[in-house]
């Protein structure tokens, strides 16, 4: 069988994919988070955000599910739980905008969505509200919209738990947990608004296992020690990655 055929992609188009989900499972190993945005940023070009979306799902899927034991103790399940519920209200709302929005311009939102969160991250600032009582429920539900609009909603909880202050590995077990919660949500969405197509499962099964091998590198490198320096290079790896995507859109 010709896996390559199953994807719908060229020789070089499908290595290139390749390269860039591996190196998002290593993101996703060792911060906790990313995985999409480095794969939205790294082959939106090739493929449109609303294909490239259920394939994301597929590889969020696998990663969660391998990063899972180990980080259930450690997570703060009230803020996944608060997370989890306005990232359900948020999804179909940016899935919605993602099917009425022309492809080039899904793409160029996309990338913007990934540089303007991943600067954010690095400058390390906060959106206003994020700290007051109805933070935690409205970086869910942009998160949620974020994610149906170019599957980057990870970034958002990640500068919200950023600017609570909050444990390196407490952090990256949030992250993981609230990730894996909006799995079942998200997979509601993406079939309603008939995106999960047979072509996006074969896609995303074929790379299952190059995101795993990624994930597996990723975590073997994490360490609460050196937790900071880990998620500078890996934002400083998506600022790259969605500049590149932005100067080959324009």
Do not use: H
């Not at 997370?83 to 940016?94: K, Q, W």
């Not at 197509?197 to 074969?202: D, F, I, R, S, V």
């Amino acid at each position: 069988m010709d896996i390559i055929a199953l994807t719908g992609l060229t020789g070089t188009q499908f290595w290139i994919c390749t390269a860039v989900v591996f190196t998002a499972g290593l993101v996703r190993g060792f911060s906790g988070f990313g995985l999409s945005a480095v794969v939205m940023a790294g082959i939106v070009t090739i493929i449109p955000p609303v294909d490239l979306i259920p394939v994301c799902y597929v590889l969020e899927a696998a990663a969660s599910l391998a990063l899972l034991r180990g980080n259930i103790r450690s997570a703060d399940w009230t803020l996944v739980l608060q997370l989890a519920l306005g990232s359900a209200i948020g999804v179909p709302i940016g899935l919605a905008a993602t099917t009425y929005v022309a492809p080039e311009t899904s793409k160029m939102i996309a990338l913007l969505l990934v540089l303007t969160l991943t600067g954010a991250q690095l400058l390390k600032l906060v959106p206003p509200g994020f700290g007051g009582r109805y933070g935690t429920p409205a970086a869910g539900l942009l998160a949620g919209i974020v994610t149906g609009l170019a599957s980057v909603g990870g970034l958002v909880v990640a500068l919200y738990v950023l600017s609570r202050k909050t444990e390196p590995q407490v952090m990256r077990s949030s992250l993981i947990i609230f990730l894996l919660a909006g799995m079942v949500t998200t997979l509601m969405s993406l079939l309603y608004y008939e995106l999960m197509t047979a072509q996006a499962l074969q896609r995303g099964t074929v790379f299952v296992p190059v995101v795993l091998l990624g994930v597996f590198f990723g975590s073997i490198l994490f360490s609460p020690k050196f937790a900071p320096y880990y998620k500078r290079a890996c934002l400083t790896l998506l600022l790259c990655l969605s500049a590149v995507g932005v100067s080959r859109l324009l």
